[in-house]
């Protein structure tokens, strides 16, 4: 936002509509002290005096070295003023010098009149706390006047009496005096301390837009508080105004001193006359790691030419807030350096709203963070350039990715048309390493007997759809489907907008390939579309094919790798689905998959939120786990198509095996087991190692929280005993002939402890 574009002198202002809100800008670069409305009363009868003028301004900043905001509430407090001195000033200003100057004569009056005017010209603007408690003086000494003179005086008095009445009630009725009601007693005419408890602006420096209410609630509960990184803070609090917890973020920013604030104000400067061109939007990360080290130099050179001597770590720090608020995303990077955060939020019109949070303990949070329209679209601007994507009416909605040193998340942005009030965001922040099976049984998300389950299935190379609601975990559950899969097995992901742990698993060793296909929502674009991406796949080579959501016409080529894929390779994906019928009414009816095609699945998980009773919070499930038989023609429903190896039960919080699953009434799975001449018709076998399975994950569960362990369920110690699970199991059937379950798990869990031993601290 460019503000006053002409020369304008201290005092003068801009009114800017910043979405439903209107907001009052005033220039103070100039004047020889801090502006404050609560301290300087001229400044204060000023500010009275341009909202007489002006209705409904919602928020006042003045602009000086810092920015200094008065939050709506305090603007309304001021505007009741206002508009009680406009009134008085022109509405009754004909009925006081009739009232008065009628009794002129009266020896009290000319006295009265010098006071009221005090009153209304000079200490409603000034002192308007001040006004009230004059004006109850006033009152109450004509009431002893009254009862101490004669009947005429009383009726001279009348009209006098009404207008300081009515004056004492209109002002015993605003926000500011019903808040100091209580602590009135011994004011003095012109006392400041009370408007500096109430009337204390937010300050902030003049490079942020983006606004952040320091001071926690008054009356707020503190349930909760941890440190990001250094001067990066976090509280979280219960307040009465919702049943929302607050999620109150401190950041550096508004920790640093006024010589900092000037030199990264003076390098911003600099660095916006060098402005990243469009084609280094395409490497972000090579374009932060350029820009930090001209940001750094900078303030080096800054901060020697200023005398100022500034050690390593200080210097880092501002040259991170450097490209955070030139080239980066501003706060929204802040909030994804937290990992409990999981959804972020950004909701038009922007300026008027707080960005609202999903939190990992504390559910749905709001933020003492409200963006600007300025920071909105700059991020907008960067994601466009970012995922060489269109975001305009033609194209009102865009999905892209970020990824930053920290974090990775997935962006959704719509604006106008589809979103009449402008640009909004919606932000899934990925967690920092792959989720695996183990983590979601320490969450309890599933058990460690479906764990085993699903770990047995994608051993045995079937075709997997991950389905849910929105938030219900569908895309993290197919990146631990990607840790269960070996590493001699090469993978090829094929995604609209980056999600999976494609890069983290390459780095522990997968042999996988990434391929970027066109949105289902974008109507052009320089990608490739879903299905021409999902087709090539088959066309390189024997790979496990992942897919990252079916959205659109690509459904008809991921049935077309499944078929194909069938009994060699995982293929799996993530639909949109409650239910596994769900699924085949959108898979079969709305992307028309033929019937025969929807067979080659072997297995749906449903995976859903499951509300608590007071729907206050909610937690993560895997509600089914469900084989498709494929003896059936045109309703798997009816024709009992689909057979539940596993449900969620409410009483117990746990999924349950079914007694199909129980009896070995699958045939998905003693299909895999004919494939193992030490299980072709032995369902006991079969069920033994599913079990054998399930007792390993728990195990590492177990061990892990009893040796204080966390990292022990990541994805490289998961890895890497699912890769001891099969050397041990190997060497144990070509030793003894057989897989013999109780061995195979004694030398595991012996190899689980030699892990520990050498890979973290002793415990």
Known sequence: MVLFKKATKPGEHEVVNEGNNKVMHVNYFNYPIIPSIESDPLIMAKTID?????????????????????????????????????????????????????????????????????IILNLLKTDPIGAYVETKRILRDEKINIEHTEQEYEQHAKAYLDFLTELFNLLGNTLLIKRIESELEGYSINDRSLYQKILSPLSSPNFLYTRLFTNPPIEGEEIDAYELDTNTNIQIFNIKETIKPLYHLIVPEFQLTEEKYGLIELARKVLSEHKPKTEEFIEPEKMRENFFNIGRDLIIELASHKNLNLDFQEINELT??????????????????????????????????????????????????????????????????????????????????????????????????????????????????PWTLCLFIKNKMLTPLAAGLLSFIIDGARSIIVAGTRGSGKTSLLGSVLVEISRKTRIISVEDTLELPTEQLRQLGYNIQQMKVRSALAKSGSEIPAE?????????????????????????????????????????????????YGVFDRVVNDLKVPKTSFKATDLIVIANPIRSADGLSSKRRIVQITEIRKEWEEDPLREQGFVDLMKYDAKTDMLQPTDELINGDTFILKAIGAQIREWAGNWDAIWENIELRAKIKETMVNYSINTNIPDLIEAYSVIFMNDELHRISEKIKNKTGELNSKRIFFEWEESLKRHIKENYKPY
Request: hydrophobic share 40%.
């Open 532 to 580: 021409e991406g999902i087709r090539t796949s088959l066309r390189l080579g024997d790979s496990s094919l992942i897919v990252g959501e079916i959205r659109s016409t690509e459904a008809l080529a991921l049935y077309e790798a499944m078929r194909v894929g069938a009994l060699a390779n995982v293929v799996a994906g993530t639909i949109h689905g409650d239910s596994p």
């Open 320 to 433: 991170n807030i450097l490209v955070r608020i030139t080239v980066g995303f501003g706060f929204i990077e802040t909030l994804l350096l937290d990992e409990n955060i999981q959804d972020i939020s950004v909701n038009s019109p922007a300026g008027s709203t707080p960005i609202f949070i999903v939190h990992g303990i504390y559910s749905e949070c709001v933020t003492n963070l409200i963006p600007s329209p300025e920071d909105v679209e700059s991020w907008a601007s960067k994601f466009r350039l970012i995922s060489a994507r269109p975001l305009d009416e033609a194209n009102p909605i865009l999905d892209t990715e970020l990824i930053l040193p920290h974090a990775r998340a997935r962006i959704a942005i719509i604006t106008k048309p589809l979103n009449p009030t402008g640009i909004a965001f919606s932000i899934r922040r990925h967690r920092d390493k």
């Open 50 to 118: 341009v909202l007489a003028q002006i209705q409904n301004i919602t928020r006042i900043v003045f602009h000086q070295r810092q920015k200094y905001e008065y939050s709506p509430l305090q603007t309304k407090m001021l505007s009741e003023i206002a508009q009680i001195y406009n009134m008085f000033l022109k509405q009754k200003k004909i009925l006081v010098q009739a009232a008065l100057g009628y009794y002129g004569d009266h020896e009290y009056f000319n006295q009265r009149l010098q006071s009221l005017q005090y």
